[in-house]
């Protein structure tokens, strides 16, 4: 009976455990995205009206391109528009995750790092989730009016088929094997960095793509596509398209290759895809590691560097601050790329189109110049510490002139390169002394009109939101005070503007040099009258000022 019982627990301890039973992480996932969107939509009115008119919007745009695809069927050249289409929404699904990592909170694979699973099953559920959403519905719907375009005969109808899944699957692939990537990238300052400055890439390219639609229309339509077209269809995923146009073309062969290398390109993004997730998973994260021991140097009160140029005192201290800001701050640094960008763009792409002026240099100076407006709110809360060392209107003036001296330090030399570019690309060096003299005039006035913004219509910018530019309930201020102080400028430069348009009514072009040392010495008088103006008014209110940036 011992025996017995003693060889019971040894029986036991020699059969071995039950496997736990597999569990499929697609549906799994599947169903976390749709009730990550449905929980993301409950208590908020706002998000559900955004997300609803996305989605209507999206609808209503993705239908009137299938039917414009559609109506394309017959053309001739449909295969060229249909596969440079393809390309550009590959090329949309690669970079459109590192802008905007925050729209999709399944795209941080980081948050599954310390669960119990295997890569490739994850990727086959994060595949299957990511078909979930308005993106993909927008993707599959420009998929089939791309293959209804070329599709023609049984073999186009045949190859059509797979094409638009295989179209779909490598953008959404090549969208998450770029975020998987890059996740550690996207989650850090440098990636809250980029994807503040997806407005300015989207700015640009819109200009970009508004240019090159008017030159390609005016050399005649989409015949001019198809050298690059014949490239861009054997590269994936437009290979999918380009597959459906061979096969209708009876071009069976090229068919067959296009299809190999599109299955052959998704499987090696897949696998990609598979090694970045699990070196994510296996890697220890920046913040898990221990931080590097400081560094011995120190840089000296004065500056090391290009700081070292600044002049001594409050001066150069206070310009040094205000252009850390430009190269820290992603708000600050977001605000100054996009206008030395886009003040570039404006008047260079309107010369190369031949309708540009000289004149229009204007714009790139005016766009820097409105980074003088809420001086003291670009500083948030900080600000306090600003406001701790001025006592008199002499410590205001000196505060606010070091300002104006960061900005002119960065806005001078740079309206000098744009006036002169421009006047290259319009082959009219007669109008540069005046285009330039009339930017900088413009330049002095805006500093002074800020100056004067910010001591009387002072608000806070937030700091919790990337696209938040004004605390609730202060936009009146940031209205009056920018707007107000742009329309100022302009009357304060208006006799060097109504001087400019007498010479050139008078055709008195050989005088029209004078406007250059007139207009620097205009803007230079003016700047110097708004500082000294606004001085006292921020040393007097300033109690108000620190209330109203700390708002945020």
Known sequence: MSAA????????????????????????????????IRNGLKGSSKR????????????????????????????????????????ILALGWTFMPLFFPSGDETLDPSRLVMLPLRPRPLVRALLASSLVGIGPLFTVCLAVGSVVAVARGTAGIIAAVPAVPLLV???????????????????????????????????IGAQVANFASQRLFQAGGLAQLEPAEAVVRWLPPATAVGMVDSASKGSYGVAAGQLAVTVLALVLLLRFWERSLT??????????????????????????????????????????????YVVRDPKTKSAWVTALAVGLIIPVFNALQGTG??????????????????????????????????????????????????????????TVLVTAVTAALLHDWSVLPAGLGMSL?????????????SARFPYSIPTDGAFKNVAPGQAGLAWAGIFGGMFASAVICSPVIVLAVYLNVADQSSLAWILLPLGAAWGTL??????????????RKLPEILLAVSKG
């Open 48 to 87: 559900k009206a955004a997300y609803f008119t996305s989605l209507t919007f999206s609808l209503v745009v993705a239908f009137f391109a299938m039917l414009g695809l559609a109506v394309l069927h017959g053309n001739p050249h449909a295969g060229t528009a249909v596969v440079m289409l393809a390309a």
């Open 279 to 324: 070196s994510l998973m296996v890697t220890p994260d920046g913040s898990t590691i221990a931080a590097a021991k400081p560094s011995a140097k120190r840089t000296s009160a004065g500056g090391d560097g290009v700081w070292a140029f600044l002049p001594a005192g409050r001066t150069g201290t206070v310009m040094q601050r205000t252009l850390r």
């Open 526 to 539: 003016a700047a110097w009258a708004g500082l000294r103006l606004a001085a006292p008014t921020v040393a």
């Open 441 to 453: 005039a413009l330049l002095g006035s805006m500093l002074c009109t800020g100056a004067l913004a």
């Open 357 to 414: 002026s000289v004149y229009l240099a204007c714009f790139g100076t005016g766009m820097l110049g409105v980074q003088m407006y809420n001086q003291f709110g670009q500083d948030t809360s900080a600000f306090w510490m600003v406001a701790q060392t001025i006592s008199t209107p002499r410590d205001a003036f000196v505060e606010l002139r070091a300002r104006a001296y960061a900005l002119a330090l960065v806005t001078a030399p740079y």
């Open 169 to 203: 699957l490598g953008c959404v692939a090549l969208a998450r094997a770029v975020a998987t990537a890059n996740v550690r990238l996207l989650t850090s300052r440098k990636g809250r960095d980029l994807a503040l400055l997806s407005g300015l890439l989207i700015a």
């Open 5 to 36: 019982s003693a060889s019971a627990p040894a029986a036991a301890a020699a059969v071995p455990p039950a496997a736990a039973p597999a569990v499929n992480l697609t549906p799994v996932f599947v169903r976390l995205k749709l009730s990550l």
